[in-house]
């Protein structure tokens, strides 16, 4: 989500040298440092770095928006995370950022809120799918990656959100009626799964079936 961004900055601006892209597991965090051996950004600019219509260094040929790290930052901020640079003018840049590692259920608690916020926030809709697979006690995690690519063939891009822990997939259909929940879901039953397993769906609708937050979670997370 971040990186792309910032590997393609980076790459688009060093002409010599190399880009490297690392990843660290940090135990409560996971660390990503894009560095680059580009032009670098001058001491005195690098506060105004993350701020919006800013561009810095000659840029010849490589003009932008000027949006993209402000974006960038405010992702991450989103996902409670947070993005650092340290650069040297004329020998390179390093962008640090650092995200919290994330249960399932924390992910999905935190799209859910956000979800709602902009449902009751605009009065709009939200609808959430629970797939379970019946048949044995604990799918496979290959089976549920299997799953899980299979429902987001039946979704609509972007817009809608998958999260899959050992044992259920979550689907967040925000913006969607009852009835389309409805034929989502169905559409959704109707894919191929493993011999000697059946694929449950359970649906649950604000504001048509509940009308807040706390009552959707219990709906969809007993």
Known sequence: MYTPDLSSNAL???????VQVSVRDEGSHVQCVVSD???????????????????????????GSGLG????????????????????????????LRLPRM???????????RCMATATKHKGSLAILTLRL?????????????????????LRGRIDRVVRDEAR????????TKEDAALIAERITKLAVPARLELECHTAHYPHDVVSLDALLKAVLL
Request: some cysteine.
């Open 103 to 113: 249960t399932p259920k924390e992910l999905f608690l935190e799209q859910v809120e």
């Open 169 to 176: 997939i979550l689907v967040l259909l925000p913006h969607v």
């Open 12 to 18: 688009k601006f060093t002409d010599k040298g190399h």
């Open 69 to 96: 790290l402000a974006i960038c930052k405010n992702l991450v901020e989103l996902h409670r995370g947070v993005i650092s640079v340290e650069s040297t003018l004329h020998e390179g840049t390093r962008f640090i």
């Open 37 to 63: 051996t580009g032009p670098g950004i001058a001491q005195d600019d690098l506060p105004k770095v993350f701020g919006e219509f800013q561009q810095f260094g000659d840029g010849a040929g490589h003009q």
């Open 134 to 154: 019946n048949g044995f006690d604990q799918a496979s995690s290959a089976t549920m990656q299997m799953l899980h690519d299979l429902v987001l063939g039946c």
